[in-house]
């Protein structure tokens, strides 16, 4: 078992080489020298599932299995890959300084990722675009995003699941009718034609296949966050090969394998449940009771890659995430006090100008 390396030496300059997203291979900064990523590796031939069973029973064979280097902020948790030569740096996702550590991190084995397709200032410009939408932030913190501080490219951990399942279920099915009455309305007799459901029992059974349930392998952003980051085109995955992580940071999962498959049951469990609804038809559905079989689960191990900003203004962290590959922005949504408070004035004095208005010429 080795420890996973994501430095490569320029061959013009011996400078490190980094992953440029523009360029989609490798480039040195100091020289300009480019070099492309060849295919290779253990998975060159395509990306494959890895059988859930088999990992749970700790069997896996040693090539799927890495060890990597990893510093673990005092303040959110997060496990995260720095430079070898950096002695310390900030959390990226919460402005914490850290302290680099000496931990060795042993896990499965990234299958596959997304390599970032947005450059930093893509990313920076998209989080102006996004803040400068909001009207009621501090300007300190738009200020902040307008200076050009570095922003941090990082690959968050993520589970995928597919899994063969089958249903059987019992519930009602509604049939919608009317019946028409006769009712007193202001000392009138009337009619009114009041709904009524019929329900007769209904039970069957449906089946559907799952193909990479997604779910976050990490506890370091709020999921309001990463909820938000979506969609991912997870067809343009390409077999893990550190030499796209040169020049970022990778995050270690910290949501078990199988923590991670019972959030993606939860997953499975509502669209069968749509499904279900759907089989039983009517006007109305009652689902009473659903038994599901679930076989052949396999999973990958996945990084997608996300652009931070993270800083401290007047005591609190705020954090900005943007999707690395669609450019897509999420955030704390900072709030101005005194931005609030002038036009909750200005509302005021408008409504009072409208009320002389309308005391004097009513």
Known sequence: MTIEDHRFPCDQC????????GAGQLVCGHCGNAEPIEDGGPWAGGISEIDFDQALRNLLPIQDMEVTRV?????????????????????PFCATPVVKGTGENRHIKPRALLPFQLSEDAARDAMIAWLGRLWFAPNGVQEYARKGRRMQGIYVPYWTFDADTKSRYRGERGTVYYETRRVMRDGKMTTQRVQKVRWRPASGR??????????????????????????WDLSALEPYRPEFIAGFRAEAYTVDLDQGFGEARAIMDRQIHRDVKFDIGGDRQRVHNVETEVSAVTFKHILLPVWMAAYKFRGKTYRFVVNGQ??????????????????VIAGLVVAAAFGYVAAVYG
């Open 14 to 21: 011996g400078s490190d080489l980094r992953f440029d997203p």
């Open 71 to 91: 510093s673990s902020c005092p303040n959110c948790g997060a496990e995260v890959e720095f430079d070898p030569e950096a002695h310390s740096a900030e959390c």
């Open 326 to 343: 669609t450019g897509r922005v999420q955030g704390e949504r900072p709030y101005s006090a005194w931005k609030i408070a002038f036009a």
């Open 206 to 231: 449906v089946a559907r296949f799952f193909d990479d349930v997604l779910v976050l392998a990490s506890t370091s952003l709020p999921k309001s966050y990463t909820e938000a980051l979506p969609p």
